[in-house]
């Protein structure tokens, strides 16, 4: 499934098999069978293909698994698989937690797994997370499998097949079917969602093709129709320097059409708009996940399901020019060679398929180009997927910064020394590949004091890959100081909108009053998701400080991004992010709405009962929210973020007593979140508890030295208990990363020792 990152009053199912009709100024949908009678060869190739085959009414053609009675346990659940009257079931828990029927209504992929999806009267389908292992039996598969084998998910996890997280409307829908339009209805909170073709058809890339269609049955004179052209390969050669034995593009790439249309399924991120239309930004209508901590390790290998636009955006093979058709056919989806024969297309065989080169025996699995440039990772249980930035092994930096490497993978019974010791034989000490980041990334996920001053070098740097920069500039926003100021600035011009929008996210410590000047330019952005970006970090501002031409460029990106939070109305996050904007426009009863209706969608969605905790606090009403967040509690005790709001509303009601003990759970719950930790050694300040305050924020410290807080909480709870030189020595390292800090060392300098 999908994964998008940080969803009933009874209706019929509508899914729509034919056309999808256009206003008089657009095209329209016209259907693959009208493409495929001129385009003969490229509808053979893509019949059969993964996206010919991505879903599919449930048919004996289409169902791959066992219902012939066959069982499947999980945890205390056995489910059954059956026929009956030429349909296909599943015995299953319901959302209920009791054994049902389910009708299989639709298939989901083919290979090297098949997914099921289950119908019901409210429009939504759910995927059931038992899928069948379709890959030869000598392979491991013809089997059914859990798709979360260690969870045991029972009804009302999010992630249980009738939770939220398995609704395909929202997580899977608009990437397996053509020109899909999910049709949320929030008041009913009921879908009628359609399709035009219910695979990923020819109309998914190309778009709507009506008009190509009357051009190419008409005289063919004048423009084609076509709603985008894929010229990107279009009059290129590649010519092999000999020097390098890699191949050059005779003119450099000035789109990234190919990408861009591919990325629409192939990146993990957001959607904000829809319809999509090929030959637009990608920004245009979905925001990108960056290379963030949890999805990638930090030299930006892939952790989780992030598909294949991020790393391959990463690659120098990118950088170079290369488009993703150079690779795979467009239509069949197959490698344009076989084996290493792809790579060769641009890169000399004398050279690198050579012992002298891979340093593998011939014929070897590791004298395979992908074996070292192309890690596998295996997703779902059984489908292994390629690392697609095609970097070069680091062992010696998974010795310094405990990342993985391909060497590693393989040789799996060596520790990373002896592969990083080989590595530096074989190509010495200077071959460190395109990727280098991993050093500044680290530091930044670990809060070491030179975080800040690497993520700048890499924010500014005109070799580095656009994701990585953007990546940095919005790890900036923890590391707060003129030269991050300085970098975004100077990224809120760059051309790519994804770099421009990682800017912003830069600026989000400051204050909408002191990033007015720079952030309200980009509220005219030409590229969505950077206006309401911009909208977002502005909209505290009064429009009665505003210039007329100003306050109506901020309304207008405010209902910009309204709309684009209303596209996933399904979704709690979605709907908090609504609450969390008529919040700071004081907007009480819009935001408390919101707040109740992300709650409903997943009552276990902690910032839904945080946000409604906050805007209790903001009326004085924080009886209410005490009450709200110990419901949330009872349902999930364990939610460092709601024993922190809760500590939060103690303090407020001064009951600092109470208040200590749900501070002190969230901090313990959380430790890498160190604003708990700050908030919780405070109150023990407060409290006349400083030591104990003392050595919660020194366990902190040991595991973030770069955190302000953390240093400037140590130099003043030290200085107000006597300890002056213990104050000193922690105001200083905090000078050394933060030279605001200057007064408070002169003053420590000048306070005679007592």
């Keep these: 499934?999908?994964?998008?990152?940080?969803?009933?009053?009874?209706?019929?199912?509508?899914?729509?098999?034919?056309?999808?009709?256009?206003?008089?100024?657009?095209?329209?949908?016209?259907?693959?069978?009208?493409?495929?009678?001129?385009?003969?060869?490229?509808?053979?190739?893509?019949?059969?293909?993964?996206?010919?085959?991505?879903?599919?009414?449930?048919?004996?053609?289409?169902?791959?698994?066992?219902?012939d009675g066959a069982t499947f346990t999980y945890g205390d659940v056995t489910s059954r698989f059956f026929k009956r009257d030429g349909k296909f079931f599943v015995h299953t828990d319901g959302a209920d937690g009791k054994l049902a029927d389910f009708q299989i209504r639709y298939t989901f992929g083919f290979y090297p797994l098949q997914q099921y999806l289950i119908a019901f009267a409210d429009g939504r389908m759910q995927a059931l997370g038992i899928a069948w292992d379709s890959r030869p039996k000598d392979k491991g598969g013809q089997r059914w499998f859990h798709l979360y084998p260690d969870q045991k998910l029972k009804a009302g996890d999010p992630v249980h097949w009738t939770g939220i997280d398995q609704t395909w409307?929202?997580?899977?829908?608009?990437?397996?079917?053509?020109?899909?339009?999910?049709?949320?209805?929030?008041?009913?909170?009921?879908y009628a969602t359609t399709w035009a073709e219910i695979d990923v058809a020819c109309e998914a890339c190309h778009g709507p093709g009506s008009a190509h269609v009357a051009w190419a049955k008409g005289e063919r004179s004048g423009p084609n129709g076509l709603t985008v052209h894929f010229d990107e390969r279009k009059g290129v050669n590649w010519t092999l320097d000999p020097a390098t034995g890699t191949a050059k593009r005779s003119h450099p790439r000035i789109s990234a059409k190919e990408l861009e249309t591919c990325g629409v399924c192939h990146a993990r991120g957001t959607k904000i708009a829809e319809p999509w239309r090929p030959g637009r930004s990608l920004l245009e209508t979905h925001v990108p996940t960056l290379l963030y901590r949890g999805l990638f390790e930090a030299d930006g290998k892939s952790l989780d399901e992030v598909y294949n636009y991020a790393p391959f955006r990463q690659s120098k093979m990118f950088v170079a020019g290369v488009s993703c058709s150079d690779c795979h056919d467009p239509h069949s989806l197959k490698l344009r060679a076989e084996g290493d024969g792809v790579c060769l297309q641009c890169h000399d065989g004398a050279k690198f398929a050579a012992v002298s080169h891979h340093h593998h025996a011939e014929g070897s699995a590791g004298s395979r180009c992908v074996s070292c440039h192309m890690p596998v990772?295996?997703?779902?249980?059984?489908?292994?997927?390629?690392?697609?930035?095609?970097?070069?092994?680091?062992?010696?930096?998974?010795?310094?910064?405990?990342?993985?490497?391909?060497c590693n993978d393989c040789h799996a019974d060596k520790d990373a020394a002896w592969a990083a010791a080989a590595v530096e034989r074989w190509y010495g000490p200077h071959r460190k590949g395109f990727q280098t980041w991993t050093g500044a990334f680290d530091a930044?996920?670990?809060?070491?004091?030179?975080?800040?001053?690497?993520?700048?070098?890499?924010?500014?740097?005109?070799?580095?890959?656009?994701?990585?920069?953007?990546?940095?500039?919005?790890?900036?926003?923890?590391?707060?100081?003129?030269?991050?100021?300085?970098?975004?600035?100077?990224?809120?011009?760059?051309?790519?909108?994804?770099?421009?929008?990682?800017?912003?996210?830069?600026?989000?410590?400051?204050?909408?009053?002191?990033?007015?000047?720079?952030?309200?330019?980009?509220?005219?952005?030409?590229?969505?998701?950077?206006?309401?970006?911009?909208?977002?970090?502005?909209?505290?501002?009064?429009?009665?400080?505003?210039?007329?031409?100003?306050?109506?460029?901020?309304?207008?990106?405010i209902e910009d991004y309204v709309t684009a939070q209303r596209v996933?109305?399904?979704?709690?996050?979605?709907?908090?992010?609504?609450?969390?904007?008529?919040?700071?426009?004081?907007?009480?009863?819009?935001?408390?709405?919101?707040?109740?209706?992300?709650?409903?969608?997943?009552?276990?969605?902690?910032?839904?009962?945080?946000?409604?905790?906050?805007?209790?606090?903001?009326?004085?009403?924080?009886?209410?929210?005490?009450?709200?967040?110990?419901?949330?509690?009872?349902?999930?005790?364990?939610?460092?973020?709601?024993?922190?709001?809760?500590?939060?509303?103690?303090?407020?009601?001064?009951?600092?007593a109470d208040a200590l003990p749900e501070l002190g759970r969230a901090a313990a719950l959380d430790p890498a979140t160190t604003r708990y930790t700050y908030v919780y050694a405070v109150a023990l300040n407060s409290a006349g508890r400083s030591n104990e305050a003392i050595t919660?924020?020194?366990?902190?410290?040991?595991?973030?030295?770069?955190?302000?807080?953390?240093?400037?909480?140590?130099?003043?709870?030290?200085?107000d208990a006597g300890h002056r030189e213990a104050a000193l020595r922690w105001a200083e390292r905090l000078l050394a990363i933060d030279p605001s800090a200057q007064p408070l060392v002169e003053q420590l300098r000048q306070t005679p020792v007592r």
């Design 1 to 67: 499934m999908r994964a998008i990152a940080v969803a009933l009053v009874l209706v019929a199912i509508t899914m729509v098999a034919g056309p999808a009709q256009g206003g008089d100024a657009e095209p329209a949908f016209v259907g693959s069978a009208a493409c495929g009678a001129c385009h003969q060869g490229e509808m053979a190739a893509w019949r059969n293909s993964h996206h010919d085959l991505a879903m599919a009414e449930a048919t004996e053609q289409s169902v791959l698994g066992d219902f």
């Design 169 to 190: 409307n929202f997580q899977c829908a608009e990437c397996h079917s053509t020109e899909l339009r999910k049709n949320y209805d929030a008041a009913k909170d009921t």
């Design 377 to 406: 990772k295996t997703y779902m249980e059984v489908d292994p997927r390629h690392d697609h930035a095609f970097r070069i092994p680091r062992p010696d930096e998974s010795v310094r910064f405990g990342t993985s490497n391909a």
């Design 444 to 557: 930044a996920r670990t809060g070491k004091p030179e975080a800040a001053a690497l993520l700048v070098q890499l924010a500014l740097s005109t070799d580095a890959p656009s994701i990585a920069r953007a990546t940095a500039l919005e790890s900036l926003a923890d590391f707060p100081s003129r030269d991050a100021v300085a970098a975004a600035q100077r990224a809120l011009a760059d051309p790519d909108p994804l770099v421009r929008l990682a800017a912003l996210r830069t600026l989000r410590p400051y204050g909408a009053a002191n990033i007015r000047p720079l952030a309200g330019r980009l509220l005219a952005d030409p590229v969505l998701a950077v206006r309401i970006e911009a909208a977002s970090l502005l909209a505290d501002l009064p429009q009665e400080r505003l210039s007329p031409q100003e306050g109506n460029r901020l309304a207008r990106a």
């Design 568 to 656: 996933n109305a399904d979704r709690p996050e979605h709907r908090v992010n609504l609450g969390s904007l008529n919040l700071r426009q004081q907007r009480y009863a819009e935001a408390e709405a919101e707040f109740r209706a992300a709650a409903r969608l997943d009552p276990a969605f902690a910032p839904a009962t945080v946000g409604l905790a906050e805007l209790y606090a903001q009326q004085s009403r924080d009886g209410d929210g005490e009450r709200v967040l110990r419901t949330a509690l009872a349902r999930t005790p364990d939610s460092a973020e709601l024993r922190h709001a809760l500590g939060l509303n103690l303090v407020r009601q001064r009951r600092t």
């Design 696 to 719: 919660a924020l020194e366990t902190a410290y040991a595991r973030r030295p770069a955190d302000r807080e953390i240093l400037l909480a140590l130099a003043t709870i030290n200085r």
